[in-house]
């Protein structure tokens, strides 16, 4: 990390791959000890297991699958439990859906809500009023740089991912008085399952955009450590993020529309 990190503790959803799993290794590696969730219990011990031996540091697993309101009960009791207080929060599990909404199946749909949307607001929610009450916490937001634009081919997707960030925002500026911290992050095109998931990976589209999870992971991490509102991994996807609020709406919706329907021509 470039900076020392002021967490003791965290809990990281959709810790098994990806941004969450970087978010571990990182954590691990500054002497955080971690509660890691995600739905695979074996990749959760298989990570755990390196963490420990590699790092030395405590590693909880609780598998969960957020989509499922037991699961969320779960992970919102461990959030809320104040005899093990957790100093950071990582809402980072998260899911992917392409194509046109008019044939996507309903409750498939309704599913990618309650993952990207609903289960990040209630375990905020879990979470906030122990750190409000020490004084002490950091909620950090994975949403996404598709949250600031219409997209086309993946309506319900960045649906979910603005209202992560204009909830974390909002929610920001209540706590702002209270030594807590609430950070929502936007990265662009991340080298994760994702892109198998909607589609995306072998389109080609976006070369230029593809970032580590790895330097996503160590940018919000230090973006959350230092009480920022809001970040934008990458220079490149700063710039997009300035633009796609300054353009006129429609145009940003044509143009999205123009490049979604190019990697669905070739996907």
């Not at 990281?12 to 969730?37: E, H, K, P, Y």
């Not at 929502?184 to 990976?201: R, S």
Request: net charge neutral; aromatic share 4%.
């Amino acid at each position: 990390m470039a900076m020392p990190l002021p967490f003791r503790s965290a809990l990281v959803t959709g810790a098994s791959s990806g941004i969450g799993a970087a978010m571990a290794q990182l954590l691990a590696g500054v002497g955080v000890d971690l509660v890691l969730v995600a739905r695979s219990a074996e990749k959760l011990e298989t990570l755990a297991a390196e963490l420990r031996e590699g790092h030395g540091v405590s590693v909880d697993v609780l598998p969960a699958d957020l989509s499922d309101p037991a699961g969320m009960k779960k992970v919102e009791t461990r959030l809320a439990d104040d005899s093990r207080p957790l100093d950071l929060l990582v809402n980072n599990a998260a899911g992917g859906m392409f194509g046109k909404f008019a044939e996507l199946d309903a409750d498939d749909s309704t599913r990618l809500v309650t993952l990207n949307a609903i289960a990040p607001m209630r375990l905020t929610r879990a979470a906030l009023p122990g750190m409000i009450q020490r004084e002490r916490g950091w909620v950090l937001i994975v949403s996404s740089l598709g949250a600031l634009q219409p997209a086309p081919l993946f309506a319900v997707y960045t649906a979910t991912k603005a209202f992560l960030t204009n909830f974390s925002e909002s929610v920001h500026e209540e706590v702002r008085d209270s030594s807590v911290v609430v950070t929502v992050a936007m990265p662009g095109f991340t080298k994760t399952a994702m892109g198998d998931q909607t589609g995306v990976a072998d389109s080609g589209a976006g070369a230029l955009l593809w970032d580590s999870p790895e330097n996503v992971a160590r940018i919000a991490l230090t973006a959350c450590a230092l009480g920022r509102a809001t970040i934008v991994p990458g220079t490149l996807n700063s710039a997009i993020a300035t633009t796609s609020k300054l353009s006129p709406r429609g145009l940003m919706r044509r143009l999205s529309g123009m490049t979604t329907g190019r990697m669905s021509a070739n996907s």
